[in-house]
């Protein structure tokens, strides 16, 4: 007993691994460790930081507000000054670096940057024993995510991303459903978003399709340019870049693959038990120089694992796919601007792009399916609150960066897809490109001077 009264609140919460370590210690864990049901004392909080509010990572710090918010960062103090005012007792900062050197009650941080930060961000997070949310897709290059997991792993740190609907009751019906032979075995699966980004509040977009502005207008005086652009090469400030265009640009975003293909893959991934593709191609509308294109189709090759067979599986973004003869007509193919279609020897699968809403095909084959039992474990609560009750638990949960970085990197490689020609041979574990050298400039970057991983 006397361990138990040296060990305070911070030694506890400082790592996943700490915290499984802890729980070791007593063959009966006293409640006020794991919490009450249904309630969380104010001494078992997890103090958590904001970074990247103004957005996305605001509405992530929303549902994880019932903890104590002790800090919010973000570049743009007019675009986050909402959270500022919803969290008013939050220390406010520009800086993550300066956030994470001077306040040390921090236990978790949750980020919700632009994609081109989140590495850099997540990995002196990491390196600093905080527990890690962070928005999809988990990095800007597959180095990146790579470089990240295997971090997280090793500093033992709980780890989410923000793929919400992966905690979902529906993506564990797709994946037990396929395992029990629903639809037989699938050998393709045909994904889709008919969305697209390109550079809204780019005055020239019309006409110099893809290239950057040539006017520089004056910083807004509520943001740090430099800080924003972090690792990115340098730019003048424009519009079109922030704060809400910049998916569209190769520097900072990943474009519609990296945003909605990252949900719409995400239950492919897991119910096919995917690694690494064996190759990829894609074919795009225009070329990536500056911008993604407006539309591509993008198809992977992966190999037989245990039991199931070889698979191929194709994204196609700002287009629609070919519709399956087996849908009744007037019925509608997927969601409202995207969907799945898992093709198997004994049917096909269909639901929304974020895995939502899944029936057998045509509807005469759903009234007849008999459901298999449920085996995978449920998620109470949002997908923030099971990182958090995770994090207190010593735990990880289902989308630790254990499953979304390897999910992160087969996504991105259809983005170096994007900018070579032709079949690309992909070594998975050496993340190399083997058949086209060249390509392998687009699996890792350069950072600017003064930001590394």
Known sequence: MSQEKSMNRRQFLGSAAGAAAAAAVFTIVPR?????????????????????VGGMGG?????????NIVALCDVDWRYAANMFKAFPKARQH????????????????IIGTPDHTHAVIAMAAIQAGKHVYCQKPLTRTIHEARVLTEAAR?????????????????????????????????????????????PWGHASWSSSHGTRPTETPSVPPTLDWDLWLG?????PYHR???????RAWVDFGVGMLGDRGVHTLDSIFWALKLGHPISV????????????PIASIVTYQFPARGEMPPVTVKWYDGLTPPRPEELEPGRQMGGSDGGILFRGDKGTLMCDYTGQAPRLIPESKMKEFQRPPKTLARVEGSHEEDWIRCCKEGKQPSASFDFSGPLTEMVLLGNVAKRVEGVLEWDGPNMMVKNKPDANQYVRSAYRSGWSL
Request: charged share 20%.
């Open 59 to 67: 509405g992530n710090v929303h549902s994880a507000g019932a903890e």
């Open 231 to 235: 690792p990115a090469p340098h730019r």
């Open 94 to 109: 520009k800086d993550f670096r300066r956030m994470l050197e001077e306040q040390k009650d921090i236990d978790a941080v």
């Open 281 to 292: 191609e894609a074919s795009n509308t225009n070329p990536v120089v500056e911008t993604y």
């Open 240 to 246: 079109c870049y922030h704060p809400a265009s910049w």
């Open 32 to 52: 006020h460790v794991l919490g009450g049901a249904g309630q969380t004392p104010p001494s078992e909080k997890l103090n958590i930081a904001g970074i990247g």
């Open 154 to 198: 090793k500093a033992g740190v709980t780890t989410q991303m923000g793929i919400q609907h992966h905690s979902s009751e529906e993506i564990r019906l797709i994946c037990e459903w396929i395992w029990a032979g629903a639809v037989g075995n699938v050998r393709e699966v045909i994904a889709w978003s008919t969305l697209s980004y390109y």
